[in-house]
């Protein structure tokens, strides 16, 4: 199978099987960004989503900046292994680049339901010891805590930073609160919970109406910005360290000015030990 250049890539045989060219969440994203791993009806919907929300690009890029600062200041803080929740397709600084530049065994598990990021995702892996992508649905903790790449590579009696950024937005509350709280409860203390989000307050109304009809045609099948309280509820509780939940492109330092119709929100917890 080949993308729109004409390049093969790995999981596009899988992707194919779509019924319709359905677009994908991941697939969307990574024309967002300028990749093309994407198929016609991706980039599609992206063009879509950039005519509801046209800072979405801008957006992107500033949660992927956000991503490789978070990465490093846990890496600073002695966090040496990572769970990549809806890591997506790997683009430039993925997490296992980022990690292993300065950890060179650092351990980094992505975990994605898209075949083709999985997929790619392991391609460029098949020479790392140290990370793995697995494909599962994060409505399902237990099966990622229990998959064989989880248990090889993570030791869960150590810090572990749990990456879900971006992508809890595409995952109802009844599954997201639950799923979320499980995997938070599996993580010793000293571990992170990094997490970036669209947040429902901006833009419009109009526009996020448009969001969330154009995702509903995609794998991930909706797409909905929580408010703050909603967003912080997911670290439960983790101390929050500062500067809080803020624009993704002020995580960890406030930026001057308008924020220019920005939609996303992040934050770091920190796991402390049961009261
Ligand atoms: C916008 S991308 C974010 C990629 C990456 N985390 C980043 O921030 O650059 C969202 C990703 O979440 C994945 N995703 C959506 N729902 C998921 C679920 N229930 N379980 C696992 N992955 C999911 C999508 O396939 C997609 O790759």
Redesign the pocket.
């Known amino acids: 199978m080949t993308d729109h250049s004409g390049v093969s890539f790995p999981g596009m045989a899988n992707a194919d099987t779509d019924p319709a060219g359905r677009p994908?969440?991941?697939r969307i994203?990574d024309a967002l960004l300028g990749g093309n791993h994407n198929f016609a009806a991706d980039r599609e919907a992206a063009q879509h989503l950039l005519a509801a929300i046209p800072g979405a690009g801008e957006m992107a890029r500033a949660?992927?900046a956000f991503?490789n600062r978070a990465v490093q200041f846990l890496l600073d803080r002695g966090v040496h292994q990572f769970l990549d929740?809806?890591?997506?397709i790997p683009t430039v600084g993925n997490v296992h680049e980022i990690a292993q530049r300065r950890i060179p065994d650092a351990r980094v598990v992505y975990?994605?339901?898209?075949p083709v990021?999985v997929a790619h995702s392991n391609d460029i892996l098949k020479d790392n010891p140290w990370a793995v992508a697995v494909q599962?649905?994060?409505?399902f903790p237990e099966a990622i805590l229990d998959h064989p790449g989880v248990r090889r590579l993570l030791d869960l009696g150590e810090p572990v930073g749990l990456l879900l950024?971006?992508?809890l937005h595409?995952?109802p509350d009844d599954d997201a609160y639950p799923a979320v709280e499980r995997l938070r409860a599996a993580l010793p203390p000293g571990s992170y919970i990094v997490i970036?989000h669209g947040v429902s307050d901006t833009p419009s109304d109009a526009a996020l109406d448009k969001v969330t009809a154009l995702y509903r045609r995609t794998d991930?099948s909706t797409a909905h910005g929580r408010d703050r309280e909603s967003i912080l509820r997911f670290f439960g509780d983790a101390d929050l360290v500062p500067p809080g939940l803020v624009w993704v492109h002020e995580w960890p330092d406030p930026a001057d000015g308008d924020p220019h119709g920005m939609a996303v929100v992040a934050a770091v917890g920190r796991i402390t030990p049961p009261s």
């Open positions: 994908s969440s991941a994203y949660n992927r991503l929740i809806g890591s997506g975990v994605d339901i898209d990021a599962a649905d994060m409505r950024v971006a992508m595409f995952v970036s991930v």
